[in-house]
């Protein structure tokens, strides 16, 4: 039983790091017991034991540790004292006895301040307030001696507390940064605030009643959104700094500063002179729930939409020109069958579109009513299964096939439209670029003032264009059939189809599950409506957009890809809102005429003011005051506009007041960020929101990108793989993750370091998962290179590299072959961070703590470090090991 005894204690020393020291040995010991307690000594090795063997343990053979093999037989068993005492002398413990402390002296014991837990609840905030204190970031953003490096911050919205996807997005770029830091450049990172729009007007509103919003002046509006948006950003920056995020905190930019706003200006004044700003009327998407345009990035099309689409008549009243005698005589007395996903639309219907390489066909039920319907060839029997009850009713012996034709037979047609009384006859139009026979009945409804393909193809054919819906999303008095007041997503949609079938005009009525545009910020569905706005020319820019994009790598590549396509597709750019709280489009109006005043000389001199006073001023000053001295004596004829700009447009031209061409320091002036950006790192879902909008406005004015890079994220997901949604209740909060929760045990305490370990451990270019048992992983990862770290530090006690360093050539093999794995693991970190991979950063320095150090060398150096002379070669060796490693991996 001893002698198992012994030989786990043994096993314990090897995997552990233990030392064996044996406790009360007896006056009368034997040969024996006075054998294995010599091994406790410093000293010379005793003569080995006849039966002494070398211990493998596992799959690891342990170098210069002996364990005693016994021999069989109670003469020969030692009589071991009971207990056998085992402890880690390196490890922290209750104060030693007299007896142990005999013992300790003979052993190199490690020391150092540096403690196994980090106590990051209390540590950090201190080292973060150290490293503020002496100015570490400004001093090497200023003084590091290679050039200037520039990551270009987006801004985060001002309303609300921080989640998971701006702790990704906040540290992946304070990894960039502190790599660019640590290569010499001055790596300059300016954070950034969007301030305006309409969901900081929301959260400001919130406290009050229906009433006083309504009796709300612009001006108080726009200061109770001041208020709440600067309250926000100082809750986001403590946050984002407890993060460890180093940055131009004392000075971000925020897109309601009126230096800020004044270069905004600056651009909108460029693209207008140049003619990429226009006026039209033209459809937009609207919110009827905000009461306002959206652009196209502020669009969402969440899963689940189900619209109630109907098929409809529309009696031909006159067959095209191309239609022969036999196709004439079969479309007498037809009807075009429709499908639409909005009948809402119906009252503004104003034409029918065909493809002309499509092939129709005219059809007529054989009994009843008698119904003579017009769809295309390859929809047919899909279209009439559901007029005649469903897939399994016989089509064939319902409805029979009177004539075929071409899509141009039916081009120039006349009919009347889907609800009775509508004004006069309505044209076929050629819309061969988007009819298809993927789904409908090949005949496309028309309503130029709900649709952007619509709008397009009835203006070239010199259709005009009816609106009958307000702001609000209801029925104005032009849409008749008693709809006036009616939302048309709601019962006003009801209504249309109630009047279609009270004409004997509706054919059919299915739910039909589709993507459809909500409003990203009230989640709400939106509809397409035609109302006067301010454009920015897509097409106008949309080449050298693209060129400029040939200069720009993306990360991933397929990022490239994503914004082309975006670009190339996009109809042109709605910037105006019909909100309070913005940067105002500086546009006078003439009041009879409703002509907009905005020339140079007006720009300029709107800008100037805005500069000293803020954008307030627009709403502050009269008229006069705001025009230049060559207009001021058409103050009377004249009134301001009261649209504000896009916040896309606002967050779009942060280059032009962050960012200056060549960013070096003048005249002892500290660097200042460049013009382009090194890099622009945002979501993957920037590519159409804040990458393209940065990149139009940035080749309007200066005809080039704004960035030499992009790298893109992707977003979190749980822990089983589902998008994370405060609503299903799987988020995880960051400063639950970093200070702890209500539960200790549920929700530790992290700490910053561990957060920012999840983020270099991820795969950030697609969708990352995270959750509590990721964070315990993550946790024990961090734990395992903590204690790695402490036990390199406490070899390390009174070794001075320059004193007692040994050098490269008289170093054992095991220690250059260890010195070689080092330098090949800054290689690969290297290599790594240079392509901005931090998890193979990550995953290579885990494995290097595991594989090279804990499981081979640290164990192999063990015995030299602890027991040898403190000055012994062998045991300076690995300290300069040590101290090479260590220097490497912090």
């Given at each position: 039983?001893g ?5 786990r ?22 040969a ?5 307690f ?15 063997y070398?211990m493998?343990?596992g799959?690891?053979?342990m170098?210069?540790l002996?364990?005693v ?25 209750k ?25 990051s ?9 150290f490293w503020?204190e002496?100015?570490v ?11 200037v490096?520039?990551l ?12 998971m996807?701006?702790a ?14 640590l ?18 007007e ?19 509006l ?5 208020k709440?948006?600067l309250?926000t ?5 403590t946050q984002?700094?407890?993060?460890g ?22 651009v909108?004044?460029k ?6 700003i ?14 306002t ?26 067959a ?7 196709q004439?005589?079969?479309l ?7 499908w ?11 034409a029918?579109?065909v ?30 299964a559901?007029?005649?009850g ?11 096939t009177l ?17 009775t ?6 044209p ?19 309503a ?8 397009a193809l009835?203006?070239a054919?010199?259709?005009a ?31 249309v ?18 993507r ?19 454009f920015?020319?897509?097409s106008?820019?949309r ?16 990022g490239?890809?994503r ?6 597709g996009r ?27 905005m ?30 001295p060559?207009?001021?004596?058409e103050?009377v ?20 007041s962050v ?17 382009p ?18 990149l139009l ?11 030499r ?6 977003f ?6 589902f ?9 995880l ?7 702890g929760?209500?539960d ?29 048992r ?17 036990f ?20 054992g ?10 330098a090949?693991?800054i ?13 193979r ?8 703590c ?16 602890y027991i ?23």
């Open positions: 039983r002698g198992q005894s012994w030989i204690a043994c096993q314990a020393w090897i995997r552990g790091a233990a030392f064996v020291n044996l406790q009360g040995t007896p006056p009368r010991a034997t024996h017991q006075r054998w294995l010599a091994l406790s000594r410093r000293g010379p090795r005793p003569a080995a034991h006849p039966r002494s070398t493998q343990v799959h690891r053979a170098p210069r002996y364990a093999g016994m021999r069989s037989g109670p003469a020969l068993r030692p009589q071991l004292p009971r207990p056998l005492a085992v402890r880690c002398l390196a490890a922290k413990a104060p030693r006895s007299k007896e142990e402390g005999l013992y300790s002296s003979t052993v190199n014991l490690p020391t150092t301040s540096f403690d196994m837990r980090a106590n609840v209390v540590r950090e905030p201190q080292i973060q307030a503020e002496k100015g970031y400004q001093k090497l953003s200023r003084n590091n001696p290679g050039e490096y520039t270009h911050d987006g801004p985060p919205y001002a309303n609300g507390d921080l989640h996807g701006h990704l997005n906040k540290i992946l770029k304070d990894i960039v940064n502190r790599h660019q830091l290569q010499g450049r001055k790596a300059i990172y300016v954070p950034g605030w969007d301030t305006h729009g309409l969901p900081i929301l959260k400001a509103l919130q406290s009050l009643s229906e009433e006083q919003r309504r009796d709300l002046e612009p001006l108080a726009r200061r109770r959104c001041r709440f948006a309250k950003i100082d809750a986001q920056r984002f700094k407890r993060y995020v180093w940055g131009d905190w004392a000075t971000p930019y925020v897109t309601l500063d009126p230096k800020y706003e004044a270069a905004q200006l600056r909108f004044g693209m207008v002179l140049d003619g990429h226009y006026r039209g009327q033209k459809p937009v998407h609207w919110s009827p729930s905000t009461g345009a959206l652009a196209e990035a502020e669009l969402e099309y969440p899963d689940g939409h189900v619209s109630p689409s109907v098929y409809v008549s529309a009696p031909l009243l006159e095209g020109p191309g239609a022969s005698p036999d004439t005589r079969a007498a007395g037809a009807s075009l069958a429709l639409t996903t909005t009948p809402w639309t119906l009252p503004a219907n104003r029918v579109a493809s002309v390489g499509m092939e129709y066909c005219v059809v007529e039920e054989r009994a009843g009513a008698r119904r003579r319907l017009v769809v295309a060839t390859a929809l047919r029997e899909a279209v009439l559901r007029l005649g469903g897939e399994d009713c016989d089509v064939g012996a319902t409805w029979s004539c075929t034709l071409p899509g141009t037979a039916l081009l120039g047609s006349r009919y009347e439209g889907p609800l009384g509508d004004d006069g006859p309505r076929v139009l050629d819309g061969s670029s988007f009819v298809t026979a993927d789904s409908g009945t090949g005949l496309v409804h028309l130029p003032g709900h649709g952007h393909e619509d709008f009835a203006a054919a010199g259709v264009a009816v609106s009958p819906v307000d702001d609000a999303g209801r029925f104005t008095r032009e849409a008749g059939h008693g709809l006036e007041g009616l939302e048309v997503l709601g019962e006003g949609g009801e209504a189809a109630a009047a279609v079938a009270a004409a004997g005009r509706l054919l059919a009525r299915e739910p039909y599950a589709h459809y545009p909500y409003d990203w910020r009230s989640k709400r569905p939106v509809i397409v409506r035609t109302t006067r706005q301010w920015a020319s897509v106008g820019l080449g050298a957009a693209l060129a400029a994009l040939d200069d720009v790598r993306f990360v991933p590549g397929a490239r890809r914004i082309e396509a975006m670009v190339g109809s042109d750019w709605c910037i105006s809102r019909q909100r309070a709280w913005g940067v105002p489009i500086p546009a006078f109006f003439y009041r009879e005429s409703g002509e907009a005043l020339n140079e000389a007006t720009l300029d001199h709107v800008t100037r003011i805005v500069e000293e006073r803020g954008a307030d001023a627009w709403w502050e000053l009269p008229i006069e005051d705001l025009l230049p060559q207009y001021r004596a103050a004829q004249l009134v301001k506009g009261s649209d504000t700009m896009d916040v896309w447009f606002d967050s779009g031209t942060s280059w032009a960012l200056s061409e060549g960013g070096s320091a003048k005249d002892g002036t500290p660097p200042s960020p460049r013009f950006a090194d890099l622009y790192l945002e979501g993957s879902d920037q590519h159409r929101g804040w990458f393209q909008s940065s406005t940035a080749v309007a004015a200066r005809g080039t990108a704004p960035y890079r992009v790298l893109t994220h992707g979190l997901l749980d822990e089983a793989g998008k994370q949604s405060k609503s299903v209740g799987n988020t909060d960051p400063r639950a993750v970093m200070l929760g209500k200790a045990k549920k929700e530790p305490a992290y700490g910053a370091d561990v957060l920012r370990l999840w983020v270099a451990s991820v795969d950030y270019t697609a969708d990352a998962s995270v959750g509590p990721i964070m315990a992983q993550v946790s024990e990862v961090y734990r395992k290179i903590r204690l790695t770290l402490r390199m530090l406490g070899n390390l006690s009174g070794f001075d590299p320059g004193q007692a360093a040994v050098p490269h050539a008289q170093l093999l095991t220690d250059r072959y260890m010195l070689w794995r080092v090949a693991l290689d690969e970190c290297h290599a790594a961070y240079d392509e901005h991979q931090f998890f950063v990550y995953q290579a320095i885990q494995r290097f595991v594989t090279d150090l804990s499981n081979f060398y640290l164990d192999a150096s063990k015995d030299r470090l040898l002379g403190a000055a012994s070669p062998d045991r300076r060796g690995a300290q300069t090991v040590l101290a090479a490693t260590l220097r490497a991996m912090l």
